[in-house]
């Protein structure tokens, strides 16, 4: 059992924007903890996709933003692609476990 | 560029350990955390621990406290995990990732293995 909840699924059509939630606690988004979002391509690795709440690594388009408040995080991707159709995991820092955590993943759909 | 390329998949009884290797290239080894995150068949990541190559100290996730044990051979550049005691729920793919250059992010996983499927079944 995560201590991160994302929804399990969300969609939208080509072009439009989506956002992904990711609700922790006050042992780690709320203790001020970053978070960081992965995308997992179908039978893939998962690959970075923002780290320290909003910072994009080399290569990865500006479609996808990141921001946090209180004890919540959110993934946004705007301009939708079929490509971007895949899991997205966010993940923390938690004290109380003393562990890095991950969310419970995220299918995106592009209808 | 950087690289991690684990070893092939393994088929293991109920009771024995699996051993997962991760051969690191296109970087100084000693000079970031290796972590290892598995992912159950149809389930999420689950993050295990980390270790540092330089000292080869290491943090274990509280669940596998006591059936893991990570660890590192600066000589070849492989980072090492051993998980004991296999269980039916173990069958999963066990990645391991590098922390990125980041200053001041410890846990993220910038660059990951290919991942190795375990299947533990009688």
């Known amino acids: 059992q995560s201590v991160l909840t994302q929804p399990p699924s969300v969609s939208g059509a080509p072009g439009q924007r989506v956002t992904i939630s990711c609700t922790g606690s006050s042992s780690n988004i709320g203790a001020d903890y970053d978070v960081h979002w992965y995308q997992q391509l179908p039978g893939t690795a998962p690959k970075l996709l923002i780290y320290g709440n909003n910072n994009r690594p080399s290569g990865v388009p500006d479609r996808f933003s990141g921001s946090k408040s209180g004890t919540s995080a959110s993934l946004a991707i705007t301009g939708l692609q079929a490509e971007d159709e895949a899991d997205y995991y966010c993940q923390s820092y938690d004290s109380s476990l003393s562990a890095s955590v991950f969310g419970t993943g995220t299918k995106v759909t592009v209808l | 560029q950087v690289q991690l390329v684990q070893s092939g998949a393994e088929v293991k009884k109920p009771g024995a350990s699996v051993t997962v290797s991760c051969k690191a290239s296109?970087?100084?080894?000693?000079?970031?955390?290796m972590h290892w995150v598995r992912q159950a068949p149809g389930q999420g990541l689950e993050w295990m621990g980390r270790?540092?190559?330089?000292?080869?100290?290491?943090n274990y996730a509280q669940k596998f406290q006591g059936r893991i044990t990570m660890t590192r051979d600066t000589s070849i550049n492989t980072a090492y995990m051993e998980l004991s005691s296999l269980r039916s729920d173990d069958t999963a793919i066990y990645y391991c990732?590098?922390?990125?250059?980041?200053?001041?992010?410890?846990?993220?996983?910038?660059?990951w293995g290919q991942g190795t499927l375990v299947t533990v079944s009688s």
């Open positions: 270790i540092n190559p330089k000292s080869g100290g290491t």
């Open positions: 296109g970087y100084t080894f000693t000079g970031f955390y």
């Open positions: 990732a590098r922390v990125g250059e980041y200053s001041g992010y410890n846990h993220v996983l910038r660059y």
